[in-house]
């Protein structure tokens, strides 16, 4: 069983409502919003576009939406645990906490409080009408309880509910179009559906804040940014809601409002499964990442409440391009440095869509890197340990006791001459409070990644850190340096006598591998 939004986009194509609504483009735009963050979170997304009944005045489609919904999973075998039936007038922020799982059986909605003359209004002209049912509640408590029926979480254990209200509107839907279109005027279903649930005692939880359903945007002042931080200009809305309601305002300029939007935030919804379909896994290439760590690195990255997006990223290691045009996905900007020219164009060519990644030419090991300032670290360089130190120490010193977030691959190699090499000097820097871990990702311990046997993980694939403020002082410095013995090329490691002290000399002497001077 799974999660479904009902997602409501029904085009009522009539010269006159295409005018009303100013054409239906809005709808498009809402529809991306919600197919992504149902693939994100593994929830079906359901279109609803063709109602049961044809005659849209006699039955309208906010009516249609509860008479249909358990109908239209069922016969399309569609087995479900939680329903959200949600207006398409929404746009869901691409990270967007999964509220299914902040919610309980009960049906969950959020109380209405944007417009309290209407409401009042409509509460009070249908008042008479549901009389008939011995409904003594008082306007005052209706009103309090008054939920918005553009947003509303369900289960099986609603569907007899629902078949009552569908039973109720049939029965009495003449006087409901006239008090709906000709008396009250104040809306169509979502009054007789408050009044509905009242009486016939729906629990409903309404714990959920209201940005999860932010309605009538403009009323909360939430279409404008704080002046006083000149250089953020991100809408109240953007930055604190999850999921947008262009309610309110004028049908006709629903497009344009979320036109803008869409333009603004665009770029945060990107299909993270089209773009692995045309890239090769870890064992068709064993130069790239996975493809279970390129999402998961994805989801931690896009999901993250910090402002990744607006962040530089230095990759240390671009080798054909393919984690390059991932993290290119994610934010502002890429340095990419990679030793290899043949590597470097193949990347170019790999990712030539993306006009924010800056590529260079040189060796992490034996050059300086580019001075360009970089908020967060992907390494996938050499993954032998004292190449592996010199990349973290490296990372340190240039950012100075600035906290950033470190990605490493191939955290749990567990094969080769460099086995567990980036494991145990990673593990080192957290025990040492240089580093302390946040997630890992990619395959699990006791994954073969690789098309040989013996290519079997003994950690994670990957991790990522942040780096602590700590002093650097006692950390020590490493150097490599070619040099010839023998007739035969070999890698001296020079290490500071602070190595000595702390016990890095010792970790990197346990390997036995080199010759350390």
């Not at 309208?60 to 919904?69: K, N, S």
């Not at 993250?304 to 990759?315: A, G, H």
């Not at 094969?415 to 240089?434: I, R």
Request: aromatic share 14%.
């Amino acid at each position: 069983m799974k999660n479904v939004v009902f997602w409501t986009g029904i085009k009522n194509m009539k010269p006159n409502m295409v005018e009303k609504y100013g054409g239906y483009e809005w709808m498009d735009i809402s529809k991306k919003s919600w197919e992504y963050w149902c693939k994100k979170n593994d929830c079906i997304f359901y279109q609803y576009d063709t109602p049961s009944q044809d005659d849209l005045k006699e039955f309208r489609v906010t009516w249609q939406r509860w008479f249909d919904v358990y109908d239209e999973l069922e016969n399309n075998n569609i087995d479900y645990d939680k329903i959200f039936l949600v207006d398409a007038c929404s746009i869901v922020k691409w990270n967007c906490p999964n509220f299914f799982e902040l919610t309980d059986d009960r049906m969950t909605a959020w109380l209405d409080k944007d417009n309290w003359g209407w409401i009042y209004q409509s509460v009070v002209g249908y008042k008479e009408f549901f009389k008939q049912f011995n409904h003594d509640i008082s306007d005052k408590y209706l009103v309090n309880n008054y939920i918005n029926a553009g947003a509303v979480i369900i289960n099986k254990n609603h569907k007899e509910f629902f078949k009552s209200l569908k039973e109720f509107y049939y029965e009495h839907k003449d006087k409901l179009i006239s008090l709906q279109d000709k008396e009250v005027i104040k809306g169509t279903d979502q009054t007789p559906f408050n009044y509905w649930l009242q009486i016939n005692d729906i629990e409903i939880n309404t714990s959920l804040p209201f940005m999860y359903n932010l309605t009538h945007m403009h009323r909360k002042n939430m279409l404008i940014y704080n002046w006083q931080l000149e250089e953020d200009k991100t809408p109240y809305f953007i930055k604190y809601g999850y999921v947008w309601k262009y309610n309110g305002i004028p049908k006709n300029e629903r497009t344009n409002l979320m036109k803008q939007t869409w333009d603004i935030v665009k770029d945060y919804y990107i299909n993270i499964d089209n773009m692995l379909d045309n890239m090769p896994d870890k064992k068709d290439d064993n130069n790239t990442t996975s493809k279970k760590f390129k999402k998961d690195l994805y989801n931690f990255i896009s999901s993250s409440e910090l402002d990744y997006k607006n962040m530089t990223i230095m990759e240390l290691g671009t080798a054909h391009g393919h984690t390059t045009g991932i993290l290119a996905s994610l934010f502002k900007k890429v340095i990419t440095l990679d030793k290899t020219k043949s590597n470097l164009d193949k990347a170019q060519k790999n990712n030539q869509q993306f006009n924010n990644i800056r590529y260079y030419e040189g060796d992490i090991y034996f050059d300086d890197l580019p001075v360009e300032h970089f908020d967060v670290a992907f390494i996938d360089c050499m993954h032998w340990m004292p190449m592996v130190i010199h990349d973290i120490i490296k990372i340190l010193n240039l950012t100075k006791g600035r906290e950033i977030t470190v990605i490493f691959d191939d955290y749990g190699l567990g094969w080769g001459p460099n086995t567990k090499n980036v494991k145990y000097t990673v593990d080192w820097f957290v025990e040492n409070g240089y580093m302390k871990v946040i997630k890992r990702i990619g395959h699990k311990k006791g994954t073969q990644i690789q098309n040989s046997k013996d290519c079997v993980l003994c950690d994670s694939e990957g991790i990522i850190c942040k780096t602590l403020n700590k002093n650097l002082d006692n950390l020590g410095d490493l150097h490599l340096k070619w040099a010839k013995r023998d007739g035969e090329k070999v890698l001296d490691v020079f290490t500071s006598p602070e190595m000595d002290e702390n016990g890095l000399a010792d970790l990197l002497m346990n390997q036995g591998e080199f010759h350390a001077i």
